[in-house]
């Protein structure tokens, strides 16, 4: 790549070593990595032991000194491909080529895949945005990696590449497509190829060793949405250039799976927020058994400390204290399993569920227009929020004469059904977006809920701003019981942690 077709902004990351670090610990905060002064300092003593010798050793280094779980690593590695790209500038081989070029780049492509050669694949990333990717007017375009990937269409080569593997067409492609790629991190930094400028590339073709068929399918696969990444990888890296890394990082980086917003979460996203699902539950259940253990302490018990402190002529150096043995609270969830709410209901019955010997007794009851306990459901189902609401909306009956929401009718009908649930130790946590479809709120229901209960949180996956917007009632609910945003997993637990009783 050529630091001299750069953009026409010349936006580039920071050009010094410190600078350029500082920024990419300032972006990874920015999405929720809690990076203090010391970890910090320990990427710096890791760049300065490693050097600029290998980009990999410098990822995975970096990497152990700044993340604390796994989950974080998808946004590190997207940060970091931008701080510390692999290249700067255009593709100088690439220009001038035309759209009658996509064959013959598709048989390279082809042929790289089925060699698994990482560095033509890199290579094959850059030229593929190149020639596909720009749009908008000269001075002012950009690069998009939907746009290369849809005129591109790599996963079409799936039953080609099986089809040439089994007639043994097809051999190793490291050696036409992978050299001439310069690394650098511009502004006079520059590194060694490493791991990923070889040319041969890192395994061999496929169907030897005896795999099957579907083996051989599902590692092409593999393959193609690898070369996807670096598509887009390559795409924000000169996005970046234009107008700079800080904006796209804030952008252009899918957040971490703690952090994406129930409400708008997809099909993929929903399977990696569930893999969060046992992980927090015994983060969260070591935070309350802490709780627990120093809420068993007591307060200061005034008359004994003063008794005490005669023996050290009136100075309380030894304080005494009223120790009491704190019960373990009974919870009862109440959700509304309707439209995008479910997600987050069922993300939150299940992690409740996990946290269970933390509860004297936990009783979930779910909702639509009308209310039916699912506590059975909930316990003996897999930790799979999908196959939950499933579960639930088959099983439960939890809809009336219409499929809509209606709060009123469904806090009516646990009042007057199942109010015997709720004592003095129970903590009720309601679960939803407070919006009722234009019928009644029904909060006398809610009031006498809160009346008979020990405490009563309610949490929105809205914003703050859309409470009250159309039909939403939480207004109206919000001056009965204490009514908290939850959009994702992260402030879900925090919560969690902050409002439970000990």
């Known amino acids: 790549m050529s630091a001299g077709a750069r953009g026409a902004s010349g936006t580039t990351p920071a050009s010094t070593l410190p600078d350029r670090l500082t920024a990419f610990v300032r972006a990874l905060r920015g999405h929720g990595i809690r990076i203090g002064p010391g970890e910090t300092v320990d990427a710096a003593a890791v760049l300065e032991v490693l050097g600029l010798v290998d980009r990999e050793w410098i990822r995975e280094g970096l990497a152990a000194a ?17 701080y510390f790209p692999l290249g700067v500038g255009e593709l100088a081989g690439a220009r001038g080529a035309s759209a009658g070029d996509r064959d013959e780049l598709r048989e390279r492509l082809a042929a790289a895949l089925a060699a698994n050669d990482t560095a033509a694949l890199t290579r094959l990333a850059a030229e593929a945005v190149e020639l596909f990717g720009r749009y908008g007017s000269p001075g002012s375009d950009g690069w998009s990696a939907h746009q290369t990937l849809d005129r591109l269409r790599p996963q079409t080569l799936l039953a080609r590449i099986l089809a040439d593997t089994r007639a043994g067409g097809v051999g190793g492609a490291g050696g036409g497509v992978g050299g001439g790629l310069r690394m650098g991190f511009g502004g006079g930094l520059a590194l060694g190829s490493g791991a990923a400028g070889a040319g041969g590339g ?32 390559e795409a924000r890296r000169r996005v970046a250039e234009r107008r700079g890394a800080e904006m796209i990082a804030e952008r252009g980086i899918a957040p971490s799976a703690d952090q994406v917003d129930f409400l ?48 050290t002529g009136g100075v309380p150096l030894r304080p005494a204290y009223r120790r009491h043995r704190p019960a373990r609270p009974e919870i009862v969830l109440l959700c509304d399993v309707s439209g995008s709410v479910a997600g987050f209901a069922n993300f939150t019955m299940l992690l409740v569920q996990a946290m269970r ?28 929020p999908a196959e939950l ?26 009042a007057e059904r199942h109010l015997d649930a709720v004592g003095p130790r129970t903590s009720v946590i309601v ?35 859309t409470w009250g917007i159309g039909d939403s009632a939480a207004p109206v609910y919000a001056e009965i019981v204490d009514m908290h945003t939850c959009r994702n997993a992260r402030r879900l637990g925090e919560l969690v942690t902050r409002l439970l009783p000990v």
Not at 216 to 229: G, K, T
Not at 281 to 305: E, H, M
Not at 357 to 384: H, I, P
């Open 264 to 311: 708008v979460a997809n099909r993929e996203q929903l399977v990696e927020l569930r893999r969060t699902v046992q992980p927090l539950a015994r983060k969260l259940a070591t935070r309350l058994a802490a709780r627990r253990r120093r809420a068993a302490r007591g307060q200061i018990d005034i008359r004994r400390t003063l008794r005490r402190s005669l023996s």
């Open 66 to 82: 700044l993340l604390r779980a796994d989950r974080q690593r998808a946004v590190f590695d997207a940060a970091f491909e931008l």
């Open 431 to 465: 679960l939803g977006d407070a919006r009722t479809n234009g019928f009644d709120p029904n909060a006398e229901a809610l009031r006498r809920i809160v009346a008979r209960a020990r405490r009563v949180h309610w949490l929105n996956p809205e914003t703050p701003s």
């Open 357 to 384: 010997d933390q509860f004297s007794k936990v009783r979930v009851y779910a909702f639509v227009n009308r209310v039916d306990e699912v506590t059975r459901l909930v316990t003996t189902g897999q930790a799979d």
């Open 202 to 233: 890192s395994g061999a073709g496929l169907g030897a060793g005896g795999f099957t068929e579907r083996l051989d399918a599902d590692e092409i696969r593999r393959r193609i949405e690898d070369f996807r990444d670096r598509v887009r990888t």
């Open 389 to 414: 609401g499933r579960r639930i909306a088959t099983e439960a009956a939890i809809t009336g004469w219409h499929g809509s929401s209606d709060y009123g009718a469904a806090l009516g009908e646990f």
